[in-house]
């Protein structure tokens, strides 16, 4: 399966953004998804994974209330709405797929977006 992030920019702390993960290739609605980020200096971190049924999804504590993973399988497409951004959220964020069940691991997903920076300022 392809991934191919979108919606990644620069906003000011408070804001929003939305992150969508466009998938091709093998069946979408057969893997987990999940979304990762990785800030300058830093490890890769979870920042959440969702079932292909979309009913079961995690979030890091980080994130948690602000955050929200979303799928849409006949579409073939992944959403991260992520709203009251702060500066600690600037990274680089990877869009992921993997066998079920979703875990928070990222040696778990085989297949990986390209990666789209975001940015917030203070």
């Known amino acids: 399966v392809q991934l191919q992030a979108s919606g990644g920019g620069l906003v000011q702390a408070g804001g929003s953004l939305r992150l969508s993960c466009a998938a091709s290739?093998?069946?979408?609605?057969?893997?987990?998804m999940a979304w990762f980020r990785q800030a300058p200096g830093k490890e890769r971190e979870f920042v959440g994974p969702?079932?292909?049924?979309?009913?079961?999804?995690y979030y890091a504590d980080s994130v948690k209330g602000r955050f929200t993973i979303s799928r849409n399988n006949a579409k073939s497409m992944l959403s991260l709405q992520m709203n009251s951004l702060k500066p600690e959220d600037t990274a680089v964020y990877f869009c992921a797929a993997g066998p079920e069940p979703p875990t928070t691991e990222s040696a778990s997903y085989a297949y990986w977006g390209q990666g789209i920076q975001v940015t917030v300022s203070s």
């Open positions: 290739g093998r069946t979408f609605n057969r893997y987990a």
């Open positions: 969702i079932s292909w049924t979309g009913l079961t999804t």
